[in-house]
């Protein structure tokens, strides 16, 4: 790409936009707006406001530039009760109230009439701005704007109207927004088609990872092995000097502590759900406990010590990490710990219960179910294929030695998505503040 700087600039006065092109304005962003809404949420107890033809958009369905399809639908009679409210198409829809505002703005445009709860601001422009070149210049300045619309010391992260209001944005004339518009449509939806190659290429990934992992547990390394017959239909043969257990019948099952504790600033980490995934065990993000909750959350078995596996049955359901180091911490709600007897080698069970073998067994007793849980007694009762020790020995070198080639892969695709997703960035910022020249781009190139 060849873009090239405006001819003239002017200083805006801003630490974080010093200057903008000398023909364009700028101005604040309420009196840009003809109208800043917020809507609401229909009564969910009553059945006949729901399931209707009315597209409500809510934060879980700002995932996409333009929205015209959402999780939930709302019927007239929602509208007139409640304060849910009508939109019209090419409305700018912001995300105002959420967790995710730790982070990012999500925007989007709305692709048809459509209503909206109180966590999303809808804002009509004036024909001074295109919404689009609204869209992106918020997309474009994620972080600089959530320092400037984020009240600081709230609980709940959200945009203050008045902050939002109040700031300003740069003002090109009409045919220079539609020539950025024009440029990072195309240009996003390149980067974007390459981003979804790479992301495809993790998920291969993950599903050749499963696949070695589950045939290594379940099938052994030996091809010429003689096999019997599980007698378990979704695990098919098994070889036949292998054992098949119940996972009670070699490991005890301590399940977490059914209480909310109260939290502190530096204390011992709890570990969540969301700590929690295949093989790894996250603290950095992890909420922390005073020494009297740590105590009662981890009497009875349930403190976790070097080679133990802490387990999710809940949200990341079936997600297994083994206790690699010593560190002291305890579990949150909906995960168990799980401590492995002589018979089985701690790493093996870690590699089997992240496995097809498990999570098979995972499916089949939360089918039909929208909100997968699965209860101590049930994951007590797991059947475990067990090779003998020096056979789960070799399996795990094997599969150390594989998984780690196989991580270097994934972490090349995320290193390349990351770089992607950067350049994005940077070349959307660059667009809507005029670090770059858009306009006539595409013959500039064609001459040289």
Known sequence: MMATRYSAYKPYDTAWLPELPAHWSRSRIKFLATFMVSGGTPPTSVDGYWGGDIAWVSPKDMKTGIITETEDYITPDAIAVSAARMVPARTLLMVVRSGILRHSIPVALAGKHLAINQDIKAIGFSNRILPDFAKYFIEGQQAVLLSRWCKPGTTVESIESEYFA?????????????????????????????????????????EKRLAVITH?????????????????????????HWELKRLKYFSAVYDCKHVTPTYIDDGFPL??????????????????????DFSNMTEGGRLPTRDDIIYSRNVSVGSAARVADEVSFCMGQDLCLIRPAHEVRSEFLEFSLNSNAVLGQIDSLTVGATFKRINVERIRNYWIPLPPDDEQHRIILYLEGNIA??????????????????????????????????????NREAAA
């Open 216 to 240: 290594a547990v379940t099938k052994g390394l030996d091809p010429k092995a003689r096999m019997k017959d599980s007698g378990i239909d979704w695990l098919g043969q098994i070889p036949a």
């Open 166 to 206: 109040n700031d300003e944005m740069p003002v090109p004339p009409i045919v220079d927004q539609s020539a950025i518009v024009r440029f990072l449509d195309s240009e996003t939806a390149r980067i974007d088609e390459l981003i979804d190659k790479e992301r495809r290429l993790l998920e291969l990934l993950e």
């Open 271 to 292: 570990v969540s759900t969301t700590e929690v995934k295949p093989f790894s065990l996250a603290f950095s993000a992890a909420r922390q406990v005073g020494e009297d």
């Open 405 to 442: 080639h196989l991580r270097r892969i994934t972490t090349a695709v995320e290193m390349a998505i990351q770089r992607l997703v950067e350049y994005r960035s940077a070349l959307i910022t660059n667009a809507v503040t005029g670090k770059i020249d858009v306009r006539d781009l595409k």
